[in-house]
Nanobody, 121 residues
Framework: QVQLMESGGGLVQPGGSLRLSCAAS????????MRWYRQAPGKERELVAS????????NYADSVKGRFTISRDNAKNTVYVQMNSLKLEDTAVYYC??????????????WGQGTQVTVSS
């Protein structure tokens, strides 16, 4: 069955770094755009970063630009986000998302279960 399994979350001090991983299975990973979202308590889920199917194009939210780097390894069916210079406001549950447009009206979408990132001194 389809699975997206995030890992790498945890507790880190402000200014620290974490690397999140998302291992995919059950679908053709290399055909999907991959995204990282996050949701802080009491806030809506927001898009953090995205990477196209072959890794040639990336996009970032303004709030993380220059600090986060998304990458993927299609041979390992895994997407990563390297998070540097972490701030208190980066505290959230981080979710992995896979999306592929099948028709103009329908997209195949998969979500991971999320991993907690807590930035605290």
């Amino acid at each position: 069955q389809v699975q997206l399994m995030e890992s790498g979350g945890g507790l880190v001090q402000p200014g620290g770094s974490l690397r999140l991983s998302c291992a995919a299975s059950g679908f053709t990973f290399s055909m999907y755009t991959m995204r990282w979202y996050r949701q802080a308590p009491g806030k809506e889920r927001e898009l953090v970063a995205s990477i196209d199917s072959n890794g040639g194009s990336t996009n970032y939210a303004d709030s993380v630009k220059g600090r986060f780097t998304i990458s993927r390894d299609n041979a390992k069916n895994t997407v990563y986000v390297q998070m540097n210079s972490l701030k208190l406001e980066d505290t959230a549950v981080y979710y992995c998302n896979a999306r592929r447009s099948i028709t103009p009206q329908y997209s195949s979408i998969h979500w991971g279960q999320g991993t907690q990132v807590t930035v605290s001194s």
